[in-house]
């Protein structure tokens, strides 16, 4: 009879286990670090009229979001202090930060959004890093001033990834069209002013065969998330020189 007992305790035990493998994490959980950050303007950027995430044909701007960074800990110490960091919203009904908040960063499938009230999940986390992995331009993000095709495009990239966030998943991306709110109810995406041919384009090309990036979503509950690229090596090593550059600079002056 123990036996019998000890066995089905053993066997309550593996499925407790299992199942707490298995369920989404807490956010706490599924933190990989922080990072302090301020909204500071926008890189290549224009304005279009959106309704979806609570927004209802409200003007906004699509396209990088820039975020300044001052501190970060664990992975948010991938991205260098006192760089501006590129980003996309994800998070259309919350407003951006205009001081310095201490946002978590995490895995992108693991960025709860409170209008859908859900995790963005790993099969549109994938569609957003191909989308990033083939069509993502740096030079969006870069100082500027930007020309009027690399505004209209990088309108059009907010614009797709709004659309991936916001609809529920088609059963081909050829079905796909951010000028057609194509989920039910109070979901959905739907866009005005915008180069939707060139975003309808970018999502029809989505494939799960393409390059994917490796993102991240910096998230702060109250305010906008957002989703970062993982800057490679060859790129932090310019930042570092360019943060030397920037120090040597400031010692020049203060000595003159």
Same mark, same amino acid.
């Given at each position: 009879?123990?036996e ?6 053993k ?8 199942v707490?493998?298995?369920?989404p994490?807490? @956010?706490? @959980?599924?933190?990989?670090g922080?990072?302090?950050i301020e909204h500071?303007?926008?890189?290549a950027s224009?304005v279009?009229?959106?309704w ?6 409200v003007?906004?701007?699509?396209g ?9 800990t664990? &992975?948010g ?11 996309f919203?994800i998070?259309l009904?919350?407003q ?9 960063v995490?895995?992108? &499938?693991?960025?709860?959004n409170n ?8 099969t ?5 890093r191909?989308?990033w ?14 020309t009027?095709? &690399?505004?209209?495009? @990088?309108e059009?990239?907010a614009?797709?990834?709004?659309e ?6 088609p ?8 000028t057609?709110?194509g989920?039910?109810?109070s979901?959905?995406?739907?866009a005005?002013?915008?180069?939707a041919?060139?975003a ?14 490796d993102?991240r @979503?910096?998230v702060f ?8 690229q993982?800057?490679?090596p060859a790129?932090?090593?310019l930042?570092g ?9 400031r010692k020049?002056?203060a000595s003159?």
């Amino acid at each position: 009879m123990r036996e019998k007992i000890m066995s089905k305790l053993k066997i309550t035990m593996i499925f407790l286990t299992a199942v707490s493998l298995i369920l989404p994490c807490t @956010a706490e @959980a599924c933190l990989l670090g922080t990072v302090d950050i301020e909204h500071n303007g926008y890189g290549a950027s224009d304005v279009m009229r959106v309704w979806g995430g609570g927004l209802d044909g409200v003007y906004v701007y699509g396209g990088v979001y820039m975020l300044d960074k001052s501190y970060g800990t664990d &992975q948010g110490n991938l991205w260098p202090n006192g760089e501006l960091i590129g980003s996309f919203c994800i998070e259309l009904d919350e407003q951006a930060p205009s001081d310095t908040f201490k946002y978590g960063v995490v895995m992108p &499938q693991d960025a709860y959004n409170n209008f859908l009230d859900g995790y963005l999940g790993t099969t549109k986390t994938n569609y957003l890093r191909e989308l990033w992995g083939r069509f993502y331009d740096p030079k969006w993000s870069y100082n500027g001033p930007y020309t009027s095709q &690399q505004r209209y495009e @990088a309108e059009a990239f907010a614009a797709a990834v709004w659309e991936i966030v916001y609809e529920d998943l088609p059963s081909s991306p050829l079905l796909w069209d951010v000028t057609i709110d194509g989920t039910p109810c109070s979901h959905g995406f739907r866009a005005e002013n915008v180069d939707a041919a060139l975003a309808n384009s970018w999502l029809h090309a989505l494939t799960g065969c393409g390059p994917k990036a490796d993102l991240r @979503a910096f998230v702060f509950d109250g305010k906008q998330d957002y989703l970062v690229q993982v800057p490679e090596p060859a790129t932090l090593a310019l930042l570092g020189i360019s943060g030397v550059f920037s120090l040597l600079r400031r010692k020049i002056r203060a000595s003159s």
